[in-house]
């Protein structure tokens, strides 16, 4: 069946721009992730949805961020006046809902503030 | 989540064996071990897990220390689409969907 997919692949914007990066997840994934990856660092995490829920949000690094997930599938992160230390990999994950099931990650959007 | 040590990088020749090491010293007893792998321009994929006996799957075999502060991811025999950073996780199983926590990682080479 189809993977996690994410849209665009890669995205430029100018400082000051606000910036909309979406997330397939898997059809009927309970869960949801964001995470940001700086150039040659590991992911972090941003925020998490179980369904519409957006139950942990302590990784998004600023008010500038808002994510979103209004039907419980498609999900929306939104980065408002954008930064050049915004500019990083935005990867996308879901899971089904069992305590240590394995993450299924998206192929990421490459954000770059010019 | 405990934090876990890898070292930086790795490299090993195509068709050997390779023996990615994991230290997480501060493991708890309801930590799961999880290793996940990135590959260049790809989000990263989950590869095997384990809580205190080795397991073995198509992909990896992990072997967990007896005191379980320390294991090791075994690829038997390494191709190049094995060039990957490959993590060590440790997920606590009474967090349920809780995220996962990356470290630096170790960027294997393979080469051929």
């Known amino acids: 069946g189809a993977g996690v997919s994410q849209s665009p692949r890669y995205k430029v914007a100018k400082r000051g721009q606000d910036v909309a990066l979406r997330c397939d997840p898997i059809s009927g994934h309970v869960s949801l992730f964001w995470y940001q990856q700086a150039l040659g660092q590991g992911p972090e995490f941003l925020t998490y949805f179980q369904n519409e829920a957006q139950l942990d949000k302590s990784g998004l690094p600023s008010d500038r961020f808002f994510a979103e997930r209004p039907e419980g599938s498609v999900s929306t992160l939104k980065i408002q006046r954008t930064q050049q230390e915004d500019s990083a990999v935005y990867l996308c994950?879901?899971?089904?809902?069992?305590?240590?099931?394995?993450?299924?990650f998206g192929p990421g959007t490459r954000l770059t503030v010019l | 989540d405990a934090k876990t040590t890898q070292p930086n990088s790795m490299e090993s020749n195509e068709e050997e064996p390779v023996h990615l090491p994991c230290n997480h010293s501060t493991i708890s007893g309801t930590d799961y071990i999880h290793w996940y792998r990135q590959l260049p321009s790809q989000g990263p994929e989950y590869v095997i897990h384990g809580l205190t006996s080795n397991v073995n799957n198509r992909m990896a075999s992990l072997a967990i220390a007896e005191d379980r502060k320390s294991s090791t991811l075994i690829l038997h025999r390494a191709t190049l689409r094995d060039a990957a950073v490959y993590y060590c996780i440790l997920r606590d199983v009474n967090n349920a969907g809780n995220m996962l926590t990356f470290g630096g990682g170790t960027r294997l080479m393979v080469k051929p």
């Open positions: 994950a879901s899971s089904d809902h069992s305590s240590y099931n394995e993450q299924f």
